[in-house]
């Protein structure tokens, strides 16, 4: 049963709406400047865009579910390989494009160094020091930490005894929500967004076995830790933040919420169409490349196209892009990674068994 591995074609879906959303966020800013005459559309338009960010937010809940549902019947070993595959390969890419796009465009102005492109292609590069080349790379280091942990429990065979941990991950969660307590949980997970890989698993549990109280006894919790963060957060994505929007992003996380609830009892599925796949294909390459190569972009051009064409027509080229991407390097360089890994790894085993 935990071995067998379903393919989620409404998370793909899913998956592209949230970076679609994050695009659009991201964009804004740079369309709102070009509205300076029309106070009162600009105002419009940044009363629905600013709460794009949160498909972050949904980005983390996915990655529970899908995460989680990965790990079961693999080793350890299988399950690095699988993550590093997944992560590394579209990161140079994408890396490389943007430090590329920026350096040809803005020249030594970019800021950009060979140091600091090679220290960002390793995702580490904070721990040496050195700035992101594009500000949205950050999500990356909270993925990783979790896919650790994720590690650490395949490793020790732990991750089946998730009635056991999950709880207590929960309850740690809670007590550095209110109490910064234990100091050190950051060390190994965000705090901040425990309570969305929390609920991402659970889900998935309760996708495979039912819905049962253990199930809905973690997750009332999660999602009200979730809405506390969600209220005390926003104002780091957004400006002059009202009550309103506070309660506003409460109500967004909620109602994410509820769209996993019906992908959990199967009332939301959708068929794996060569379409529906292929939109969740580019949603990686989407969400790294579009933030700095696209406001690049926009500044070169600014003067010579319309700012609503120009933010429509860069939104295609990156879709464009990332999908290429997606099609024409990703799986490759994937696969041949993924191939010299098992490779050594088959060399390092025959190599013990001999010896003696």
């Known amino acids: 049963m935990e071995g067998q591995k379903e393919r989620y074609a409404e998370l793909d879906l899913i998956r592209f709406f949230a970076a679609l959303s994050v695009v659009i966020y991201h964009y804004k800013s740079k369309y709102i400047e070009s509205l300076g005459s029309e106070p009162v559309l600009a105002q419009s338009i940044y009363a629905v865009t600013k709460f794009g960010y949160l498909g972050v937010d949904l980005f983390f809940i996915i990655s ?34 943007t430090a590329l796009i920026s350096l040809l465009l803005r020249g030594q102005e970019s800021g950009i160094t060979v140091w600091q492109w090679l220290a960002n292609m390793t995702l580490f590069n904070k ?11 950050w999500t990356l280091f909270v993925e990783l930490k979790f896919y650790f942990c994720i590690l650490v429990l395949l490793l020790i065979d732990w991750v089946r005894h998730y009635r056991f941990w999950i709880p207590l991950w929960l309850l740690a969660t809670i007590t550095f929500l209110f109490f910064k307590q234990p100091f050190f949980l950051g060390w190994f997970i965000s705090p901040e967004y425990s309570s969305y890989f929390i609920s991402g698993i659970i889900f998935y549990l309760a ?35 009202t009550e309103f929007d506070r309660l506003a992003a409460v109500a967004i996380v909620w109602a994410l919420y509820l769209l996993f609830f019906l992908v959990s009892i199967r009332k939301f599925t959708l068929r794996g169409s060569s379409l529906v796949l292929g939109l969740g294909g580019m949603t990686y390459p989407l969400y790294l490349l579009h933030n700095r190569t696209g406001k690049e972009l926009y500044d070169a051009l600014a003067a010579s196209v319309p700012p609503l064409a120009l933010v429509i027509g860069i939104t295609a080229l990156m879709l464009l892009a990332s999908w290429a991407i997606h099609v024409y390097l990703e799986r490759g360089i994937a696969d041949r990674l993924k191939f010299y890994l098992f490779s050594m790894a088959n060399r390092v085993s025959a190599l013990r068994a001999r010896t003696p």
């Open 64 to 97: 529970g579910f899908v995460i989680f549902a990965s790990a079961l019947g693999r080793t350890g070993f299988q399950f690095a390989v699988s993550r590093i595959t997944r992560i590394y390969p579209t990161l140079w890419v994408c890396v490389s494009i």
């Open 127 to 137: 721990k040496l020091g050195v700035e992101d080349i594009d500000g949205v790379y």
């Open 207 to 241: 996708r495979r076995d039912g819905w049962q109280l253990f199930h809905a006894a973690v997750l009332l919790p999660s999602l009200l830790v979730s809405s506390v963060y969600a209220h005390r957060t926003i104002s780091t994505f957004a400006r002059d933040v």
